[in-house]
C-alpha cells in the first residue's frame, strides 16, 4: 500500500428509500493502492452505498471526498469524469460489438470523422498486457466467456483512467480458476496504485484478496478490520451478528424408496448438439444426492430435462414410478417435482411481480387460491405473510416487486414457494449461488430438514464444498454423463481428477 493517504472518504452516507432506510450513516474509508473489502449479507447495503458513490443514486445526508476535496456526484459519467470506475454485478457490455468497441463506447477517438479503430485496439492491447487481462481486441463479446466478459468491463473502466475501481460481487459467476485469476489482476492494480472495492459475502475470497474489511449489516456500519489477523468465523459473526455454522450439520440418513429415477437419458442443447450422453442416476426418499461438475458439461439441460423444461432426445424421467418423459414442466410439478432454479431471474421469479404473485405461481389453481374461479388477492396476501415470515424474507412485504429484494432474499422465495407446494422430490439447481453466509446456512438448514422429513433432493452446484459438506451420495458429471460416484468425505483431489474426465466409471 502507498502509505495511508486517503484516496476516497465517505462520511455518514444515509439513503433512504420510501421508508427503507438503506444506507445509515455510513462512514468509509479507502487508501491509495488498497484492496478494500465491502462485506455484508444480501440486503446490507454494500451495492447501495457504491451506487451513491458512482452517481446512480444522491445521498439523502453526508458527503463524498476524493483526494481530499468534497464533491457532489450527480451521474455516471460524472464519476467517471473524476476517475471512479464500476464493475456491476450484471456486466453493461454490448454484445454485438468487438471488445475494443466496447471499450471506447462514448470516449471514441476519430481520425477525421471515422473512429480510429487501429488506436482503440492498441490502447486494449496495452493495457491488456500491462495488468495481464488477457483479451483479443477484437473478438465479439457475445463469443466470450462470462470471465473474459468481465475482463473487458475492468478494461473500459480502466480505459477512462479509473483511479478508484469498484467491482460488485466480481466472482458470482466466475469459477473457482477464472476467481483467481481476478485477484492476480486486482493485486497488480494495486501495485500501479489503483484504489479498489471489492464488494462480496465471501469471506474466503475477502480473506485472500483485501488489505482491510468494512462490514455492513441492516444498512449500518459495523466495523473497519485489517484483514490480516481475521478469520473466516470472526467475519461471520460481524456480518450476521451471532456466531454461524460454516459447517453443515446432519445425521445419517436413512433412504427409503426410489422417488427419482432417470434412465438412459440423451438430451440436446440449443445448437442441437449432444450435452447429456445416456445418463442415469436414482435419488430416493430421505437423501440428498449431489452432482458436481465443471461448468457446461451437462448440468443444465439435465436439470430442464427433469423439470420439463426441455425436450429429451431419449431415455426416461420416472418420478414416483410415473413416467413424466416430455409431457412438459406442468406434468413434472403435478407428479411432485419442486425446482430450485439456477437462474432465479430467468426461471425462479417474475420480476415485476409481487411477492404475494411469486408465492401464489404454483397454487393459484387451486381452491385455496380462489373463490368462483377469480384469484383471491385477500387469500393470497395471507399465504404469502406467512410465507415470507417463515422464511425470513428481508426488504419487503406482500406487495413488493421481487425485482426489489436483494439476491439473497429473491432466493429464499424461491424456496419458500417450491417448499411450500409439497413436492416429493426437489431440483436443487445452485441453491447458494450469489448468497452470503447467513443466507447459505439458512438455506443448508432447510435443504437437510427437508430430506429428514423424506423428500429425495437432487443437489446440482458448482460449488464443490456444498456437494461434500450437503450431500449423502455424490456423483460426478463430465461432457454429459456421470463418470463416479465418490464419497462425500472424498479429497478435493479425488473429485477434481474425476471432474475433468479421469477414471471414467458409470454409477447411479
Known sequence: MSGDALALELRGITKRFGPLVANDAIDFELRRGEIHALLGENGAGKSTLMNVLYGLHHPDEGEIRLDGERVRIDSARHAIRLGIGMVHQHFMLVPVMTVAENLVLGTEPHRGPLLDYKQAAARTRELSERYGLAVDPDARVEDLGVGAQQRVEILRALFRDAKVLVLDEPTAV?????????????????????????????????????????????????????????????????????????????????????????????????????????????????????????????????????????????????????????????????????????????????????LAENLSLLEYRKPSMASRGLLSPRRMDERAKKLLGDYDVRGGDTGTPASSLSGGNQQKVVIARELSADPKILIAAQPTRGLDVGAIEFVHRRLVEERDKGRAILLISLELEEVRSLSDRALVIYEGQIVAELPPAASEEEFGVAMTGGGRREAA
Open 174 to 354: 466466475l469459477t473457482a480458476q477464472e476467481s483467481q485469476d481476478l485477484f492476480r489482476v486486482l493485486r497488480a492494480l494495486k501495485e500501479d496504485g489503483t484504489s479498489v472495492v471489492f464488494i462480496s459475502h465471501k469471506l474466503n475470497e475477502v480473506l485472500d484478496v483485501s488489505d482491510r474489511v468494512t462490514v455492513l449489516r441492516r444498512g449500518k456500519k459495523i466495523d473497519t478490520v485489517e484483514t490480516e489477523g481475521a478469520s473466516e468465523r470472526s467475519l461471520a459473526r460481524l456480518m450476521v451478528g451471532r456466531d454461524v455454522l460454516l459447517r453443515v450439520e446432519k445425521t445419517d440418513h436413512s433412504p427409503g424408496d426410489a422417488l427419482l429415477e432417470v434412465r438412459d437419458l440423451h438430451v440436446s442443447d440449443d445448437r442441437g448438439l449432444p450435452a447429456v450422453r445416456g445418463l442415469s442416476l436414482t435419488v430416493r426418499a430421505g437423501e440428498i444426492v449431489g452432482v458436481a461438475g465443471v461448468d457446461a458439461n451437462g448440468q443444465s439441460q439435465l436439470i430442464e430435462a427433469i423439470t420439463g423444461l426441455r425436450k429429451v432426445d431419449s431415455g426416461q424421467v420416472v418420478v414416483d414410478g410415473q413416467d413424466v418423459t416430455g409431457y412438459g414442466a406442468l406434468a413434472a410439478i403435478r407428479a411432485g417435482v419442486g425446482h430450485i432454479a439456477e437462474d432465479r431471474h430467468e426461471r425462479g421469479l417474475v420480476l415485476q411481480f409481487d
